[in-house]
């Protein structure tokens, strides 16, 4: 058994590391706690690695929550050297030098966890100053209109939370199918069943009606170095669509195109991210819209543009491709689906004007032009496809011609 005050120590610990699990996202309750501390006495702490696997055992119940729990334990343990002081070592461990190793799953999450308490304890010690902010503009509002390319780390932080939270609910379409209805139109065949279940003396009519449902969703998400920082956080509002709905489809392309659905089902945000960006090898490269639109047109559009889908073509139209090529291939698209909308960030210029070539080949083939840089533009965008209020596009394309 160990000392009290080693004891104590250790189960202080513990349960810091357990509140900061609970902050990053993991549910970890008072029970937990005390099956952690009571594991680690039992077991004993001969190393790193038999820390881990106990409070691993103990505080992870899910798949999606070990991406946490490795970044936390990582985070608070290493870091602090709290393992080599409970194993009487006199000096932490300070980490490997060498170069900046890319950032993790759940690394943002529990970097703000990490924050957060350290900003409990300020506020705690820092006395209150109370400021007159009667002339000033709050944040959440300038964070709404502001560029997605000229926000800070923390406002891109902010902004990713922010577009997770989007909805997209999308207005209903009819299909051919009917349905049993208490109104609509008169069904025969279930009418005269129900009238010969009452030998014929009675006409009990039923009725059907066409069964409505919302359209498939189908995202191409240009990834070129002029697109990252849009492409980035528009993955994000893409990953909260999805997990509300399973019949969205997303494709990435630079130089080549490439299917992350998969990945974006992932339920954690940063490991689904991070998933994508280790399954596309052409990320911030060059462009070729007409070659990526050819090869969904060719092997993609038969399986997912079933069900007169919905398509957001985000890029900036800077092709590489000749013409005749992209303008054959987004003619193609456009006859294939039910709304072609081009999310284009250059809108987000008032000056804009549609002169390269790209942009001018694309446009006749498209439903709406949308801008595609800020909160208040993506805002714009679930409002007019939910059906809700009808808005009218930034830019008609067909002005422009």
């Known amino acids: 058994m160990a000392p009290t005050a080693s004891r ?13 699990l609970r902050k ?3 549910p970890v309750g008072p029970a937990s706690v005390v099956d952690a ?36 334990f ?19 461990v300070a980490p ?37 902010a009667k002339f000033t503009v709050s944040g959440k509002e300038l ?24 909805t997209l609910p999308m207005d209903k379409i009819r299909l051919r199918r009917l349905k049993s209805a208490s109104r609509g139109r008169i069904d025969p065949r279930k009418t005269l069943r129900a009238s010969m279940r009452a030998g014929g003396d009675m006409i009990d009519l039923k009725y059907r009606k066409p069964i409505e449902k919302r359209p498939p969703l189908v995202a191409l998400c240009d990834i070129s170095g002029s697109m990252s920082q849009y492409s980035r956080l528009l993955l994000h509002f893409l990953h909260g669509v999805t997990a ?12 080549r195109l490439s299917n992350v659905t998969r990945q974006l089902r992932m339920k954690d945000p940063d490991e689904a991210l991070e998933a994508c960006s280790d399954g596309v090898e052409d990320w911030s490269g060059g462009t070729r819209i007409a070659s990526a639109l050819h090869d969904f047109n060719r092997h993609w559009s038969r399986r997912v543009l079933g069900g007169k889908p919905t398509v ?12 005749e090529d992209l303008e054959r291939e987004m003619d193609r698209l456009h006859r294939s689906c039910r709304r072609l909308v081009w999310l284009n960030p250059l809108l987000r210029f008032d000056g804009f004007e549609a002169k390269a070539k790209g942009i001018r080949t694309m446009l006749p083939h498209v439903d709406e032009f949308r801008a595609a840089h800020s909160l208040d533009a993506v805002a714009d965008l679930v409002e007019a496809l939910s059906g809700s209020k009808k808005h009218a596009p930034d830019i008609e394309p067909k002005n422009w011609l």
């Open 312 to 323: 957001l073509l985000i890029t900036d139209g800077l092709e590489r491709d000749t013409d």
């Open 96 to 132: 490997p030098r060498g170069a900046p190793e890319k950032p993790k799953a759940g690394q943002t999450r529990v970097s703000q966890a990490f924050q957060a308490a350290q900003e409990r304890v300020a506020e705690e010690t820092v006395p209150e100053i109370e400021i007159d």
């Open 244 to 255: 509300e709905r399973r019949d969205v489809h997303t494709f990435l392309f630079g130089t």
């Open 143 to 166: 964070l709404q209109t502001k560029d997605f390319a000229q926000m800070t780390a923390a406002e891109v932080d902010q902004a990713k939370l922010a577009l997770r939270a989007m």
């Open 37 to 72: 501390v009571s594991a680690v006495e039992v077991s004993g702490i001969e190393n790193r690695d038999d820390l881990y696997w106990t409070l691993l055992a103990v505080f992870v119940r899910k798949h999606e929550q070990k991406v946490l729990f490795d970044e936390a």
């Open 24 to 26: 990053a996202g993991v």
């Open 8 to 20: 104590s120590r250790i189960t202080d610990n513990i349960v810091y590391f357990a509140r900061t």
């Open 74 to 92: 990582r985070i608070y343990w290493q870091s602090r050297g709290l393992i080599e002081k409970m194993l009487a070592i006199l000096s932490p």
